[in-house]
């Protein structure tokens, strides 16, 4: 597979490694990176699903803070080391390859401050309609872990009055808020995006803190239409 070297936008000197044809990171987790309010105290931090490491790398540009980062998919995991190597980031991020399922392995419970997660979306049957590409396809469907699952491992793996950001499609909101509430966290902030206002949200952020009190805040609609960068574009 051909292999290229992108500029993260318009984040100053940070490029990533892609494969053009297999795997390209997304919007949702240069947005999902912006919408974590990572605080001073915050010093464990963990990314599930990590790709080819957009996470981990805006995390530590932005805060200066070491980050781990967990991805199944060799080809995948291999362009996150790549990406880390070439913006001098090795010391800071470690990754691990693995599914998300079996972090209890390598970390002890109530161990994280900060979870950030960017899972697949869509729900996998025998019927589903899925890309050809098998990469493209795990990163898509949940053939590996589901939903829930992240959930039960976020949980176990959190400290108490730790954060799960998570980004999703809309769709799936009322599963996030079981999910969320079956495995003793509360929504406290929740953020939908737009392509265009007029039309319905395509992606959704959400803020949940395990053994949180109940209450949520839901932040005005963002429309990243025009938007000339997505940096510090939340809670303004």
């Known amino acids: 597979m051909k292999k290229s070297l992108n ?15 297999a795997f390209k990171f997304s919007l949702d987790s240069i947005l999902l990176a912006e919408f974590a309010d990572i605080k001073k105290n915050d010093e464990n931090i963990l990314d599930m699903c990590t790709g080819n490491g ?8 932005k805060y200066q803070k070491k980050v781990f980062g967990i991805e199944v998919q060799e080809e995948i995991i291999e362009l996150a080391r790549d990406s880390i190597l070439f913006n001098n980031m090795s010391n800071a991020i470690t990754l691990i390859q693995d599914n998300v399922a079996n972090l209890k392995n390598y970390f002890p419970g109530n161990n994280f401050d900060v979870i950030l997660c960017n899972p697949p979306y869509f729900k996998y049957q025998n019927d589903s309609h899925v890309n050809e590409n098998i990469l493209k396809r795990i990163a898509r469907h949940e053939i590996l872990i589901t939903l829930e699952e992240i959930f039960q491992v976020a949980s ?7 954060k799960f950001y998570l980004v999703h499609v809309p769709d799936r909101i009322d ?3 079981v999910y969320a509430f079956l495995n003793g966290m509360a929504v406290k902030e929740v953020q939908f995006i737009h392509s265009k206002l007029e039309e319905k949200p395509i992606i959704l952020l959400v803020t949940l803190v395990k053994s949180g009190k109940f209450g949520t805040k839901i932040y005005s609609p963002i429309c ?6 997505y940096q510090n574009i939340f809670r303004k």
Not at 156 to 162: A, E, F, I, N, R
Not at 224 to 229: A, D, F, P, S, V
């Open 54 to 61: 957009v996470i981990p790398i805006l995390l530590n540009y």
């Open 156 to 162: 176990y793996l959190l400290k108490d009055k730790g």
């Open 224 to 229: 990243i239409q025009n938007l000339k960068t």
């Open 7 to 21: 500029w993260l936008f318009d984040y100053p000197n940070l490029q990533v490694y892609q494969y053009e044809e």
């Open 175 to 177: 599963e996030i808020f």
